[in-house]
C-alpha cells in the first residue's frame, strides 16, 4: 500500500490490546505483559470485558468503552472477531493494527481489509509475532525477550526467527531501532517497510529476511530508494532449485527463482549473504567501513598461518590480494626483519615490538587504494594492548582503510575495544574478515547497478518492428507457441542481433544438396519440426558436412531417427546453413524468460550442448545497456576466458554487450515474448553471431517494458520544439546528466540559489550531484531543458523536480533557470511539463515552499493556479503554495 499511518503502527502515543488476560500462557497475556513492562511512556488501554482491571490498568469491554481511539490496537481474539473490530476501530479513529490472530481464512482475511480499507486503517499480520520499537520501549510483540536500543531495522517474514534472532543479538549485546515480524503480509510488507525504515534517522541499517515476494514492482522500487540512503541486506530462503517445473528452453531451466533474485538484489543496490551470522557481520562491515577501499586487500600479521588463512579464504572468494611493487618492498625491506615474508601477506614476524608495527603500517599507507586487514596474535613479548596503543594515532587517522583481527579472547579484549572505539571493524577470525571484505566488495558492486537507469528503446539498436510483429502474428495465428528455427532467427535478424543465414528445404535430400551446392560446403543440417524444441534430442543436428553425398546420407538417417524416436512429430524438413569457423571462438549462452514475480529477465552464460551441466550464468533484470550488460558477462566463469589468455586474443565483449541490450529491448517491444535462448552465440575477437535460436511466443503477453520490475527511462516524456529560434528539449534528467547538470549549477547567481534552497551555497558534492541525477522514475520526476551546443553536446537551461509521496497523493516541487536567464518563460514550460506529468500519474496535490521575497516564483505560481496555504514569519518568511490535481 504505502507509509500511510506508518508513524501510528511504530510512534503510537496510545495502544489498546484486545485480548489481554492474565491466563498463563496464553498469547493476550505475553503481548500484555511485554507491553506494560517494556517502559512504555504511553497510554496503554487493555480490552477485556472478563476483567475490571488488568494489574494498575483499568480494563474495558469493548472498543466503544475505551476513553479514547487507540493510535494502535494490538488484536490476540478469536480469527471471527478480527474483521468487526477492524470496522469498529477504523470507526473510532484508530489507524494501525497488530493482527496477533492466527487462522485466518480467505474470507476472514478479505473481511479484515475491506474493514480496514474504508478507513485507511494498517494492518501488520495477520498471524505474525508482533514489533518491537526499543528506543520508545514499546514491545508489541509476544515474543519471550525484549530488544535492545540500537540503529540496525530488523524485519522477517518468519515469525520463529523473529524470537530466535531476538534471543542471539541479547547475548551479543546487538540492539535495533525496529524489530518486525511481518507474518503473513496481508496490507504492510517489505515494500512499506523499505519506504517506512529508508527514511527512519534512527535506523542505520535495514536486515532483512525474505522468504517470498509478492509485488516486486514495488518491492524494487522502495529497495532502491533505501538503498540510496542505508546498506538494506537480506537473507532469503528458498536457494535450492528443487521443485522447478521443467522449461521449454535452456534459459527457462537455467533462471531459477532463486537465480533471477540475486539478480534483483543486485539491480537494486542491497547486499545478499546467506546466514544470519553474515547478517549482522555484513551489517557491521558495511556501517564502519562503508567508504574504504573495497578493490584488494593487504594483509599484515605477525602469524604466518594466520595469514596464510587468511590468503586461501581470498583466493576462495576472489578477493585480489595487492601485489607488492619495488617501491613497497624496499620501504618494508627499510623497516622489517631479513626473514620478513616479502609478499602480501606480510608476515613481520612475531617476535614483532610495537614499533615495527607502527612502521610497517606507515609504509602500506603510501598504498591509498588497497584496504589492510591487520592480524594480530597475542604473545608473551609485547602485550596486545601495548601494541594498539601505539598504532591507535595512525589508524584514527584512516579508520576506514583498516579491518581488525585480534585473535583469542581475554588476552586481546582490550585491544580489540580499542580499534572498536577508534572506529575499525573487528573480526574474531581471519577468514571472517576477508568474508566481511568480499560483501563490501559486492556491495559496491550493487551500487554501481542501482545508479544505472537506461531507456528501454535504445535509438542506436532500432528493430525492424513491423517484420518482428508480422512474424509473431503469424506464429500465433497459426496456434502455436514455440517458433521454427528460421522463424526464430528472422525475428532476432530483425532486431539487429547478428545471425547466421539459414535455408529451409522440405524433408528431401535432394533439396538440401542443391541449398548446400549454392551456400558452399562445409554445412550444418538441422530437423525442422514445430513438435521438436531440442533437436540434438533426436539426433537432429549434424556439424561440418563436407559434399553432398554426405549430406544425402545425414538427411536420411536424420529422418529415420526422428521418425523413430518421436513417431508424433510432423516433421516440416530441414534447414540448411554454412558451418561457421571462427578462430579462438567461444561458445556462449544469450537468453531470456519471464519469471513469475520479477518478470522478465535475461541470461548470460557458458553455452553449447553442456549449458546446463556446466550453469555457468548469470541473470540481470532489463531494461540493459552496454555497463550493466558488461557488469552481466563479468558475473560468470566464462568472463575471464573472455578477456583473453596466453595466445589467446579478448572476445569482442561490448559486441556481446550490444546482443544483450538488443535482447532487453526486444523483451521490452515484443510483450509476447515469453523465452528466448540463443546458443551457442559464437564470440571471439572479431565479433559475436547466432548460430541456433529458440524462442517461445504467448498471447498472454508476458513480457513488455509494463511489466519490467525496474521502471526503464521514460524516453516517451521526451519533447523538443522551438524556442528563440533553435530546438529546446524537455526530458527526464537521466544519470550521465550529472557533469552537465554541474556546470548548470555553476552558472546559477549566488541570490538565485538562495531563493531557491533557502542558503547560500559555495559547491556541491558528488554525492549530491548523483542523488540529483540518478533518481527512481517512479518515485519521483526531474525534468531538464537542454539545447545543442555549437561545438556538439548539450548545455542543460532549468530544471524542475517533485518528490512525489508513495500513496501518490503529495508531491513536493522545486524548479530553477539559469541566471541568465530568468523572465524568459522557461521556467514556466518546465511547470507545464511537469504538471502534465503529475495529472497522468494520478498525483492529487502539488505543494510547494517558497520564500515570500521570491515575488517572481510566486506570481509564476499563482498564474498557474497555485493558492497559497500559509506563511510562516522567523528570521525570514516562507510561503506554503498548492495546487489540487
Known amino acids: ?352 615490538p610495537a614499533p ?145 543465414p539459414t535455408r529451409v528445404v522440405g524433408p528431401s535430400a535432394t533439396e538440401a544438396v542443391a541449398v548446400a551446392d549454392a551456400l558452399g560446403y562445409p554445412v550444418v543440417i538441422k530437423i525442422l519440426s514445430h513438435a521438436i524444441s531440442h533437436k540434438s534430442d533426436v539426433g537432429g543436428v549434424r556439424l561440418n558436412i563436407g559434399n553432398a553425398d554426405e549430406l544425402r546420407e545425414v538427411c536420411t538417417s536424420m529422418l529415420a531417427r526422428a521418425r523413430q524416436l518421436r513417431p508424433d512429430a510432423d516433421v516440416q524438413g530441414f534447414t540448411v546453413q554454412p558451418m561457421v569457423r571462427k578462430k579462438h571462438a567461444h561458445e556462449l549462452i544469450v537468453g531470456a524468460s519471464v519469471d513469475r514475480v520479477f518478470g522478465p529477465v535475461i541470461l548470460f552464460g557458458a553455452g553449447g550442448t553442456a549449458v546446463e551441466v556446466l550453469a555457468d550464468r548469470a541473470l540481470a533484470l532489463p531494461p540493459l545497456n552496454t555497463p550493466l550488460a558488461r557488469a552481466q558477462i563479468a558475473r560468470t566463469r566464462i568472463h575471464r576466458l573472455l578477456q583473453g589468455y596466453r595466445d589467446e586474443p579478448a572476445a569482442d565483449l561490448d559486441g556481446i554487450a550490444r546482443v544483450l541490450v538488443a535482447v532487453s529491448q526486444l523483451l521490452a517491444e515484443v510483450p509476447e515474448i515469453a523465452e528466448l535462448d540463443i546458443n551457442p552465440l559464437l564470440a571471439n575477437h572479431e565479433g559475436a553471431v547466432a548460430l541456433d535460436a529458440r524462442v517461445r511466443v504467448s498471447a498472454q503477453r508476458p513480457a513488455g517494458a509494463a511489466n519490467f520490475a525496474i521502471r526503464p527511462y521514460p524516453v516517451e516524456l521526451v519533447e523538443t520544439l522551438d524556442w528563440r529560434g533553435g530546438p529546446l528539449t524537455l526530458r527526464p534528467i537521466r544519470p550521465e546528466d550529472e557533469a552537465q547538470h554541474l556546470a548548470f549549477l555553476e552558472r546559477l547567481d549566488p541570490e538565485d540559489i538562495r531563493l531557491r534552497v533557502f542558503h547560500s551555497r559555495r559547491s556541491i558534492e558528488h554525492s549530491e550531484l548523483a542523488r540529483l541525477t540518478q533518481i527512481d522514475y517512479a518515485r519521483e520526476m526531474a525534468f531538464i531543458a537542454t539545447r545543442p551546443l555549437p561545438a556538439g553536446g548539450e548545455e542543460t537551461l532549468g530544471a524542475v523536480r517533485a518528490h512525489v509521496d508513495p500513496d501518490n497523493d503529495v508531491a513536493e516541487f522545486g524548479v530553477i533557470v539559469r541566471s541568465d536567464l530568468k523572465g524568459s518563460g522557461l521556467g514556466r514550460r518546465l511547470m507545464g511539463k511537469l504538471l502534465d506529468h503529475l495529472r497522468q500519474r494520478g498525483t492529487r496535490r502539488v505543494e510547494g515552499t517558497v520564500l515570500q521575497e521570491n515575488s517572481a516564483m510566486l506570481e509564476l505560481a499563482r498564474s498557474l493556479g497555485f493558492q497559497t496555504d500559509a506563511c510562516e514569519r522567523d528570521d525570514r518568511s516562507v510561503c506554503r503554495i498548492a495546487l489540487d490535481l
Not at 520499537?133 to 540500537?150: D, K, M, R, T, Y
Not at 601495548?386 to 581475554?410: S, T
Open 1 to 352: 500500500m504505502s507509509i500511510r499511518h506508518l508513524d501510528a503502527l511504530f510512534s503510537p502515543a496510545s495502544v489498546a490490546v484486545f485480548g489481554a488476560s492474565e491466563r498463563a500462557a496464553s498469547v493476550g497475556a505475553t503481548v500484555w505483559r511485554n507491553l506494560a513492562q517494556g517502559g512504555f511512556a504511553g497510554r496503554l488501554y487493555p480490552v477485556n470485558p472478563k476483567y475490571s482491571h488488568l494489574g494498575q490498568h483499568k480494563a474495558y469491554k469493548n472498543t466503544d468503552a475505551l476513553p479514547e481511539a487507540p493510535d494502535l490496537a494490538v488484536i490476540c481474539t478469536p480469527p471471527d472477531t478480527v474483521a468487526p473490530l477492524i470496522r469498529q476501530l477504523g470507526a473510532r479513529g484508530t489507524r494501525a493494527a497488530i493482527v496477533v490472530t492466527a487462522g485466518l481464512d480467505k474470507a476472514a482475511k478479505q473481511a479484515m481489509l475491506d474493514a480496514a480499507r474504508r478507513h485507511t486503517l494498517r494492518i501488520l499480520g495477520p498471524n505474525c509475532i508482533g514489533m518491537l520499537v526499543p528506543h520508545l520501549g514499546l514491545n508489541a510483540s509476544f515474543a519471550h525477550i525484549g530488544a535492545q536500543p540500537g540503529e540496525l531495522a530488523f524485519v522477517s517474514q518468519s515469525g520463529a526467527l523473529v524470537t530466535a534472532m531476538l534471543d542471539w543479538a541479547a547475548a551479543r549485546g546487538i540492539g535495533f531501532s525496529h524489530f518486525v515480524s511481518l507474518g503473513e503480509r496481508a496490507d504492510v510488507d517489505f515494500g512499506d517497510l523499505l519506504d517506512f525504515l529508508g527514511s527512519d534517522p534512527k535506523t542505520r541499517a535495514i536486515l532483512l529476511y525474505i522468504e517470498s515476494i509478492d509485488e516486486s514492482p514495488k518491492f524494487m522500487s522502495a529497495a532502491r530508494a533505501a538503498a540510496r540512503n542505508k546498506p538494506v541486506i537480506v537473507v532469503k530462503a528458498g536457494r535450492s532449485a528443487a521443485g522447478q517445473a521443467a522449461a521449454a528452453s535452456h534459459t527457462g531451466a537455467l533462471a531459477g527463482s532463486d537465480a533471477v533474485f540475486d539478480a534483483a538484489i543486485a539491480r537494486a543496490g542491497m547486499l545478499r549473504v546467506l546466514t544470519l551470522h553474515d547478517l549482522f557481520l555484513a551489517a557491521e562491515t558495511l556501517a564502519r567501513f562503508r567508504d574504504g577501499p573495497s578493490e584488494r586487500l593487504i594483509v599484515l600479521t605477525n602469524g604466518g598461518g594466520a595469514g596464510v588463512m587468511a590468503a586461501d579464504e581470498a583466493a576462495a572468494l576472489n578477493v585480489p590480494l595487492a601485489p607488492l611493487d619495488d617501491a613497497m618492498l624496499r620501504r618494508l625491506d627499510a623497516v622489517l626483519p631479513g626473514n620478513w615474508s616479502r609478499a602480501n601477506p606480510v608476515d613481520i614476524i612475531g617476535d614483532a
Open 356 to 500: 615495527r608495527y607502527v612502521a610497517a603500517m606507515e609504509a602500506l599507507a603510501q598504498d591509498t587504494a588497497s584496504a589492510v586487514l591487520f592480524i594480530h596474535a597475542p604473545t608473551a613479548i609485547v602485550p596486545s594492548t601495548q601494541i594498539a596503543e601505539a598504532l591507535l594515532p595512525q589508524v584514527a587517522k584512516a579508520p576506514h582503510r583498516m579491518l581488525g583481527c585480534w585473535l583469542g579472547d581475554r588476552a586481546v579484549a582490550e585491544a580489540r575495544r580499542r580499534f572498536r572505539d577508534a572506529g575499525v571493524p573487528d573480526f574474531n577470525t581471519p577468514e571472517e574478515a576477508v568474508r566481511a571484505f568480499s560483501f563490501l566488495r559486492t556491495f559496491r558492486l550493487h551500487q554501481a547497478e542501482l545508479l544505472e537507469t537506461p531507456p528501454a528503446r535504445d535509438a542506436a539498436l532500432a528493430p525492424d518492428l513491423p517484420t518482428i510483429r508480422a512474424i509473431v502474428d503469424a506464429v500465433l495465428a497459426d496456434g502455436r507457441e514455440i517458433l521454427t528455427e528460421p522463424e526464430a532467427k528472422s525475428l532476432l535478424a530483425a532486431a539487429g542481433l547478428p545471425v547466421v
